[in-house]
Structures are given as structure tokens and as C-alpha cells.
């Protein structure tokens, strides 16, 4: 048994609290904002934290172990807050949106080193126990043993990997691509050109991964792939249901004024910091994406760039670039 300290009680972090705690861990969450043990958290209704995990609002400073599972923008600032010499588990996704730096580089600029768990994960699956598989990255073999031990169980399967890079880009950059998703959707396009879409913006991914630094089998695994297309196709996708809603013409979510109540859609800031990191790396659907939400183009136009693409002069076996 280990003790186990999560920061961050939205949904996913409440989560991996609760599977925490499953796998024989003391478990401690920290909330911004308290409630009674036995009572179901907002951010993940429909589950009650048992007694057994502490819930404070005071950051820890010791554990075996600590999961951090912040909001990404939040990151920074609670890295700076954070005393601790226990291994860190960085459970967020996107770029820091002021220095445009991956969840490990914002450690790095703290003093920290950590690994980061990225994969395709809904929190409320992973909160009922059901079958689900992830990627914990890190360039220290030690530390991915030490996370992939501690997290594993019969019904979560952890899978180690070397190249943070890639791995945290295929995280990243997904749910942009599941914003274009949305859009495409929402706009009546059908599922022919959400399929192309995908397939498109798995390419952009790896030829993002390989130009920062990552690797192209990574994009491959389940935190390119398969985050992909969880994300494109799952109903609880947040990313999706956003762009869907943008396309449909909520009023609320017209381009340029995003939502700024409810759950984070982590792709909107995303967005805006891979067309500012990789303002000069082919990304068609992650650029027409930010500039829809900046307000740069309007729907129709992003739809439109969105879905051109000049066709290759040499066949290529039906792959798409």
C-alpha cells in the first residue's frame, strides 16, 4: 500500500482517486473546494468518494507518489505552489498557453521532473472500473516503472513509453482535431468526412510530433491513435460536443468568444498554442481551427479550409498527408 496524493478534483483527477483507491492505495485528494466523504463530487456526479479517501484543500508535500490533474492552464501556478520531493505524475493535456511549453516542460521550468499519463481515457469510465489502457511517458525508465506499477489494475492497463514528446503533442493536439470534428459534424457533413478528417488529423499529428522532437510510432499508439478517435467519436468527448454546438450556431459559442462556464475544453487554448508553436509546420485543420475560434475566419471558411487539401501528384496507397 502506498500513500497516494492527487491534486486536482475536477472530474478526471476524482477519477484516478477513486481507481486509486480501488487498487489499495491511501489516497488523498486535494480540492479546491471541499465536500463531505460519501457525497458525489459535481465535477463527476453519479459517483460518492468513499470514506476512505481524504479530501483537503491544503497541497500536500508528502507522499509515495503524487498525481497531478489540473486544468493545463492551471498548471503552472500550481507547480509553483507545490513543495515536494515525490515522483509527479502530470494527468493533464495541452501547451501552457503564456510560454506555449507541453505539461513536462512546465514541470522542467519548476525544478520538477516527471513523468505525464496521456491515453484514451473518459473519467466517468474510469471511475466505474471499466476496461481502459494508457501511456505513461517519461524518458526515466524508473519513474515510468514506478507510475505503470503503481497505477496498474485488472481493468487498467499501463504501457510505458520513452518519448514524452510525442506522446504529450498526440494528447494535445487531438482535441483540436476533435473540435474540427465537431465542426464537420455539426455542419451536417457526415460520416464519410468525419472518417477523412480523423485520418488527416492523425497525419498532422505525427508530422507535428516529428518536427518538436517526437516520434511517429508514438502518434500511432494510444496516445495518438487512439486518443484520436475516442475523442472524434465519443459522445462525452468535451471537444467534440464544442465544435458540434459552434457549428450549429449556439450564440453563446460564436467564433471568438468561447465558452468560459462549465468544463474545461481544453482545445480551444490548445489550439491558439500550436498555431503560435508550430506556426510553420503543415497543420491545415489545427491552423483553420484556431482561426476559427480567434475569429479570424468564418465558419463556412473554416469548413472550407478544414476540408481542402491539394491532391498529391504520386499515388500514395490510399494514405492520406
Keep these: 500500500m502506498s500513500e497516494v496524493a492527487i491534486i486536482g478534483a475536477g472530474a478526471w483527477g476524482t477519477a484516478l482517486a477513486l481507481h486509486a483507491d480501488r487498487a489499495g492505495h491511501r489516497v488523498t485528494l486535494y480540492a479546491r473546494n471541499r465536500w463531505q466523504p460519501g457525497t458525489e463530487n459535481p465535477r463527476l456526479p453519479s459517483f460518492a468518494l468513499p470514506p476512505s479517501i481524504h479530501v483537503t484543500s491544503a497541497l500536500p508535500e508528502t507522499a509515495d507518489a503524487m498525481l497531478v490533474a489540473v486544468p493545463m492552464q492551471h498548471l503552472s501556478e500550481t507547480l509553483a505552489r507545490l513543495r515536494t520531493a515525490a515522483p509527479l505524475l502530470l494527468c493533464c493535456k495541452g501547451l501552457d498557453a503564456t510560454a506555449l511549453r507541453l505539461p513536462t516542460e512546465v514541470a522542467q521550468a519548476h525544478g520538477f521532473s516527471a513523468a505525464v499519463l496521456t491515453g484514451p481515457n473518459f473519467a466517468s469510465e474510469i471511475a466505474a472500473g471499466l476496461p481502459a489502457a494508457s501511456v505513461v511517458a517519461a524518458e526515466d525508465a ?36 476533435a473540435i474540427a470534428a465537431g465542426v464537420v459534424m455539426g455542419a451536417g457533413l457526415g460520416e464519410n468526412a468525419r472518417a477523412a478528417l480523423v485520418t488527416r488529423g492523425l497525419a498532422e499529428i505525427s508530422r507535428l510530433a516529428m518536427a518538436l522532437g517526437g516520434k511517429a510510432e ?51 487554448a490548445t489550439a491558439a498554442s500550436l498555431h503560435a508553436r508550430a506556426a510553420n509546420i503543415d497543420l491545415p485543420i489545427c491552423h483553420a481551427v484556431a482561426d476559427l475560434l480567434a475569429g479570424r475566419l468564418t465558419l463556412h471558411a473554416a469548413v472550407a479550409k478544414i476540408l481542402a487539401r491539394r491532391v498529391p501528384a504520386v499515388e500514395k496507397q490510399g494514405r492520406i498527408s
Design 142 to 177: 524508473a519513474l515510468r516503472a514506478l507510475f505503470c506499477t503503481l497505477l496498474a489494475g485488472p481493468a487498467f492497463r499501463l504501457y510505458g513509453n520513452a518519448d514524452p514528446v510525442g506522446a504529450q503533442l498526440g494528447g494535445a493536439a487531438k482535441n483540436v482535431i
Design 218 to 268: 508514438t502518434v500511432a499508439g494510444l496516445s495518438g491513435l487512439g486518443d484520436l478517435v475516442l475523442t472524434c467519436t465519443g459522445p462525452g468527448s468535451r471537444n467534440f460536443a464544442y465544435g458540434l454546438a459552434l457549428a450549429q450556431g449556439q450564440p453563446s459559442l460564436a467564433p471568438g468568444a468561447p465558452m468560459v462556464e462549465g468544463p474545461v475544453v481544453e482545445g480551444i
